[in-house]
């Protein structure tokens, strides 16, 4: 996965590590994110996965359960 993946992987890094470094070497104290937005963005972001996963697994349990029945026919 690593090599198909390489390539975004670095630009992500490089994305991260920049704000990083100018946060803690530049003193730039205004790059501050506060709580609040995040944690009401991953709370959004988690109720988003839960009812895709739910819906993924509804959808191949009832692929299980037809492909049962004509195994069964």
Excluded: H, M
Aim: hydrophobic content about 55%; some cysteine.
């Amino acid at each position: 996965v690593l090599k198909w993946t390489r390539r975004e992987t670095f630009v992500f890094l490089v994305i991260a590590t920049v704000p990083t470094l100018c946060f803690v070497l530049l003193d730039w104290k205004w790059l501050t994110i506060p709580w609040v937005p995040i944690a009401l963005i991953g709370t959004a972001v988690a109720f988003v996965t839960g009812f895709k996963n739910n819906a993924s697994y509804g959808r191949l349990w009832e692929g299980r359960q037809i492909w049962g029945s004509v195994v069964n026919d």
